[in-house]
């Protein structure tokens, strides 16, 4: 609010009341503060304006504001500081720094992503995995967010989201990149304080933890119903009992002559099963693929990549396995609307039946961890440098026999008499 002209005293009323030139300029000077002068155009505008000489004696204006803007006290603080600054050769008025955009949620998990995640002398073995869950559950939700704006309330839903959609499992993967991302973030930055705490997880390990193995009739099947470079994939699985990533990349230039396949060991791997000597019915099965041009891999996948379309692939694939249940039930008289597909299994659990049948095919049990490629106890591991190969082969073998036995029986070379 403007004080009326008549209170005003001193110099504010000179300033108030002082009239234009219409010919020239108008400088009044504040007798109490050096340098502080108002100048009125002919058109009648006021303003502000100090004047002071710098270190080399050149006299030096510069304009405060408006008279209407500003008022007096803060006029004269500011010629103050002004004067002072001109005499010290220094700008009397400098334009304040441009106010620092923060960064986005996106700007920041991608400095993360080329940092740490993908740095060259660590790069992650679950690189890929973790910029997938950037780009498919993270971005399209926090993507244009400003970073430090994601409070533990904004991760609590997207978890919950997650979780109902793709199950608890994936959520706790998620929640686990975005505390390496957070835990990162506030190790470069002494004012942000992840939002990620204990208890946010949406499993527990034991939960975890699975126990599921195919039994017989399962087994027959999965694997009378795979066909196709993902059957073919599946088989494979349980031919040997590796991790499902390490088959996808089976390349054949891995594979010898004589069937002996040399799994690459990657930086910050616990370990794997090292040299393997396949099986027939292994090495059948990777004859089955066909070769595409230019591209490496057994399991071939778009391009010069592996393959890696699990999901979809499974989604064909349980269908598939409930068309032949449905078959069989109808074959065997059964009622077919009560057949149900084959229910919570995944991937994984092929491993662990092919373990499970390597024990009953009285393969050791040392001698199948290796062959799944466990990490060995600490002493063990150590000392015990042989690469038990032969045995590794035998055990394969063994597990490639049992495994045949399963899906084909043989015939049952028992005749009916008829009843005398």
């Known amino acids: 609010m403007s004080v009326p002209i008549n209170l005003l005293k001193g110099f504010a009323r000179t300033v108030a009341t002082a009239k234009p030139d219409p010919k020239k300029r108008v400088t009044i000077s504040d007798p109490d503060t050096r340098g502080l002068y108002v100048r009125i155009t002919p058109k009648g505008a006021k303003t502000w304006t100090i004047v002071a000489r710098n270190p080399e004696g050149k006299q030096v204006w510069r304009e405060i504001g408006p008279v209407d803007d500003i008022g007096l006290e803060d006029a004269r603080t500011g010629a103050r500081e002004g004067v002072r600054r001109i005499k010290q050769g220094e700008e009397a008025f400098p334009a304040p720094e441009p106010k620092k955009v923060p960064d986005s949620f996106k700007i920041v998990s991608e400095r993360f992503l080329r940092m740490y995640v993908k740095d060259k002398e660590r790069t992650l073995r679950t690189a890929s995995d973790i910029e997938r869950q950037f780009k498919v559950y993270i971005w399209p939700v926090w993507g244009d967010r400003v970073f430090s704006s994601i409070r533990r309330n904004d991760v609590v839903d997207l978890i919950d989201d997650i979780a109902l959609e793709r199950g608890a499992g994936m959520a706790d993967h998620v929640l686990a990149t975005l505390g390496r991302l957070c835990s990162w973030q506030a190790a470069r930055d002494e004012n942000y304080v992840s939002p990620i705490v204990r208890g946010m997880k949406r499993t527990r390990p034991a939960e975890r933890a699975r126990e599921r193995v195919l039994d017989d009739e399962e087994l027959r099947l999965v694997w009378n119903t795979a066909t196709g470079a993902f059957g073919a994939f599946l088989k494979m699985c349980?031919?040997?009992?590796?991790?499902?990533?390490?088959?996808?990349?089976?390349?054949?230039?891995?594979?010898?002559?004589?069937?002996?396949?040399?799994?690459?060991?990657?930086?910050?791997?616990?370990?794997?099963?090292?040299?393997?000597?396949?099986?027939?019915?292994?090495?059948?099965?990777?004859?089955?693929?066909?070769?595409?041009?230019?591209?490496?891999?057994?399991?071939?996948?778009?391009?010069?990549?592996?393959?890696?379309?699990?999901?979809?692939?499974?989604?064909?694939?349980?269908?598939?396995?409930?068309?032949?249940?449905?078959?069989?039930?109808?074959?065997?008289?059964?009622?077919?609307?009560?057949?149900?597909?084959?229910?919570?299994?995944?991937?994984?659990?092929?491993?662990?039946?092919?373990?499970?049948?390597m024990a009953r095919a009285k393969v050791r049990p040392d001698i199948s961890e290796r062959v799944l490629g466990h990490a060995m106890p600490v002493i063990e591991g150590i000392y015990d440098r042989y690469d038990y190969f032969d045995e590794k082969a035998e055990a394969l073998a063994k597990l490639a026999g049992l495994l045949g036995l399963i899906v084909a029986p043989p015939a049952r070379n028992v005749v009916t008499l008829a009843r005398v």
């Open 238 to 357: 349980l031919l040997t009992g590796q991790r499902k990533a390490k088959i996808a990349k089976m390349k054949r230039a891995d594979i010898s002559d004589d069937g002996v396949w040399t799994i690459p060991t990657e930086k910050r791997e616990k370990g794997n099963g090292g040299r393997l000597k396949l099986s027939p019915l292994a090495l059948e099965v990777i004859a089955s693929q066909p070769e595409i041009k230019d591209n490496p891999y057994v399991f071939a996948g778009k391009g010069k990549g592996a393959f890696n379309g699990y999901s979809k692939a499974r989604v064909a694939f349980d269908a598939a396995l409930l068309r032949a249940r449905m078959k069989s039930a109808a074959e065997a008289g059964e009622d077919v609307a009560a057949v149900q597909a084959l229910t919570h299994w995944v991937i994984h659990d092929l491993r662990r039946t092919a373990k499970s049948l």
